[in-house]
């Protein structure tokens, strides 16, 4: 067998290292010894956006990107959305293996017994004003939960952890739900143990005067369909949030609030709000080959098209793609689709596309299905930080419990000025660069 070694010559002191070699990755603290001499720090590595840079190890979820494959703890991701709920597979992500009967009956009912907010935090949510953005609303008020449970500070704390880990997940449909009716001016409802996670979370958007929300069953199973889809996606920004936040032993409530703000970007989670805008510049099916002959013109993107890791077709595109079939049924078709389908199509059997290797990915059908659900786009990415709340969790259990934890530090490369001497203000001069200000 080949050695699992890297020979390094360093052609500035002509000295030689070997340098470990496991599961294809270097240790770049065993570069530190290749010095210049003994004043020199070292060797650094430098990885703006950490594109060829594994920051954890981690046993949660799987991707392959060439194959279009995504698993969570092993289980590839379309048995998962066909025969699961996704409090199943929420247990799954966060301890590891699937639950006997008895351990899922016992996770639902903590769950469940943990989606109620303290009175004064729906206050708090009262004070946003009236247009406040849902996202904005929602990173609030997870922020808030913290002096709710200053107890959740204890995070090496297993029992304590778990406990926050059921109160998030509980409430975060809460809270979401709650952003939803405070922008159309509605009453907050409150949760119904009697309902599922999905069907509950419906009740509390859309229940009116009825004393009993009835759930339809084909929407709320697209609904738990959608939320397993979303619920971890490894090393993205938002979960290496999460772990950074975490890692210097700040509270869940602080530390998803912070995962949440960086889903809220349009490079994350905003993505299906821009496909919906590009259905609608489209207009009608007949206009699709003009506006695609335009992207390859080079005057914009395919929105929902093409991804970062992806390569082939995103796993998740075409789970939502049945799931959007399902919905329609209920809901009636939205016309987008028949734009979308169009697009696709095209898409696919262009060479443009098919050379770049550019597939539909997850946000192309979602905001079509969110939409037809009576979703507004702000709501989109609200929707999408219910289910990751349960991978952000993971991740930070994960991160806790890992023997290299430390507090998350890069390094940087210093290009700014040497030691100068202080300058009184009076003998300051206008700087080109500050001019401006
Ligand atoms: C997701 C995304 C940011 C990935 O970007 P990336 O991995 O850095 O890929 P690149 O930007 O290097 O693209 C490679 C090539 O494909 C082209 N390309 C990528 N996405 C494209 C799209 N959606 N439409 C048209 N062309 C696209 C690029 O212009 C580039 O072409 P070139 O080689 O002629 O310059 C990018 O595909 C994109 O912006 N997609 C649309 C937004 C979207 O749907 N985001 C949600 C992601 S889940």
Redesign the pocket.
């Known amino acids: 067998m080949a050695k699992e070694t890297l020979r390094i010559l360093d052609e500035r002191t002509n000295a030689d290292y070997s340098v470990s070699v496991n599961k294809g990755t270097v240790r770049a603290m065993d570069l530190r010894q290749i010095k210049t001499g003994p004043e020199d720090f070292g060797l650094m590595t430098y990885d703006p956006a950490f594109m060829n840079t594994a920051s954890c190890q981690s046993a949660i979820t799987f991707i392959d990107g060439d194959k279009g494959i995504l698993r969570y703890r092993g289980y590839p991701i379309e048995q998962l959305a066909e025969k699961c709920t996704f409090l199943e597979v929420a247990y799954l992500i966060v301890y590891g293996e699937l639950p006997s009967e008895q351990e899922l009956r016992n996770w639902v009912n903590e769950i469940t017994h943990h989606t109620m907010l303290h009175e004064t935090t729906k206050r708090f949510l009262e004070g946003f004003r009236y247009d406040a953005h849902p996202m904005g609303m929602f990173i609030s008020t997870v922020a808030a939960l913290s002096t709710v449970y200053p107890e959740s500070r204890n995070v090496h704390d297993r029992e304590m952890r778990k406990l926050q880990i059921y109160r998030l997940i509980g409430k975060v449909p809460t809270i979401a739900a709650y952003t939803y009716r405070h922008s159309l001016g509605f009453p907050y409802v409150y949760p119904d143990n009697d309902l599922s996670y999905s069907e509950n979370f419906m009740n509390m958007l859309w229940r009116m005067t009825e004393p009993k929300y009835d759930a339809n069953p084909a929407l709320s199973r697209a609904l738990d369909i959608l939320f397993i889809l979303h619920a971890d996606h490894e090393q993205n920004c938002s979960a290496n949030v999460m772990r950074a936040v975490g890692s210097s032993q700040a509270d869940p409530y602080v530390s998803i609030a912070a995962a949440a703000a960086a889903l809220s970007g349009p ?1 994350h989670g905003g ?1 299906n709000e ?2 919906l805008k590009m259905l609608d510049e489209i207009g009608s099916k007949d206009r699709v080959p003009a506006y695609i002959d335009q ?1 390859k013109a080079g005057h914009g ?8 890791i992806y390569k082939n077709y ?1 796993p998740r595109a075409r789970i939502i793609k049945w799931a959007a079939d399902q919905v329609f049924a209920t809901t009636g078709k939205n016309p987008k689709l028949e734009i979308a389908l169009e697009l696709e199509r095209i898409a696919l059997g262009d060479e ?2 098919v050379k ?1 290797k ?1 597939y539909p ?4 059908y979602s905001g079509i299905i969110y939409q037809a659900l009576g979703f507004k786009p702000e709501m989109f990415t609200v929707l999408f930080a219910i289910p990751r709340t349960v991978g952000w969790l993971a991740q930070w259990q994960e991160m806790l419990e890992d023997p290299e934890r430390k507090i998350a530090r890069p390094r940087q490369i210093y290009t700014g000025y040497g030691e100068r001497n202080f300058v009184p203000i009076e003998k300051r001069t206008v700087q080109k660069s500050a001019a401006g200000q």
């Open positions: 490079l993505a821009e496909v992207v993107k395919l929105m929902g098209f093409g991804h970062r995103d443009y596309f770049r550019l990915n997850v946000d192309f």
